[in-house]
């Protein structure tokens, strides 16, 4: 298992004015014989959050350069979303890769087949009962209720910040008394069956199917989210992937190794894996690349200009902190 040097600083490095040159300076984490597999969230990842669900657009240019990295044989694609798998298909509208939906609950992968996580009978009954109640006591002041099939979420973006509050408060009592289990996300509290099931152990399973057991020596991978949701998957990939968190906030707390300001700094890191990849060799059976030294790797130096600050308290509860990387575009 390797471990490469983005998750070996204890200092939150400010990233400016990086260009393609100097990205290439230290993407040899990807390196020349390694396949790829990029792990990405949706909504405020790939696409902008929106006040509805149906208006959060991925940009053409995001989805251009992902249908481009998808017809390459060295790169993997999966959508790991909190979106129903059907729709979060819909959205993206790209054949051959992998969609995860109600955070892994269901995977479609490229070639049909279906994963569903097994929930409890008495759940599937407890859905529409706690979406009735819902619809009656909190579905008001712009607030709504979504049904995801597996799993209900109570948004709350177009509810007045004053008013807030309390309808969360109150939907939160209704889920957990109804035996689900209350997951805060942007503006809206999710009611999910209490199952061990998450984007982590989502994740682990999809590289797995796609890579075999031994697939952390295999690939590399890149996971991008911009969720709480997305923090279990950087905790499940902690040391095996590099890991992103969408967030303009210093202080949001996260396990993510790099911070990516935006959406339009994660379509600039997008851009720079393409052409890294579409300039390479296209590698070799997976199953027969040699392994890295990972000490060697440690020791290779890393050309770029840094500004170096010492992470405030709020950023080290964990042995490493995030980082950021500029949004400007490569030419």
Known sequence: ???HFW????????????????FQSYIWYIGNTHKLALLLDYDGTLAPIAPHPDLAIIPAETKNVLQRLSNLSDCYIAIVSGRNVNNVKQMVDIEGITYAGNHGLEILHPDGTKFVHPMPTEFHDKVGELMRQLQEKVCRDGAWVENKGALLTFHFRETPIHLRAGLEKQAVTLIEAAGFLAAHAHCAIEARPPVQWNKGRASIYILRTAFGVDWSERIRIIYVGDDATDEDAMQALKGMAATFRVTSSDITKTAAERRLPSTDSVLTMLKWVERHLSRRKPSMDPGRIPRRNSSQLAKQPIQMSVSIVQASPSMTDRPHSANSLSPNHPN
């Not at 070996?8 to 004015?17: A, E, V």
Request: hydrophobic share 30%; proline share 0%.
């Open 7 to 22: 998750g070996t600083f204890h200092y939150r490095k400010i990233l400016s004015n990086l260009s393609a040159k100097s």
């Open 1 to 3: 298992m390797h471990k």
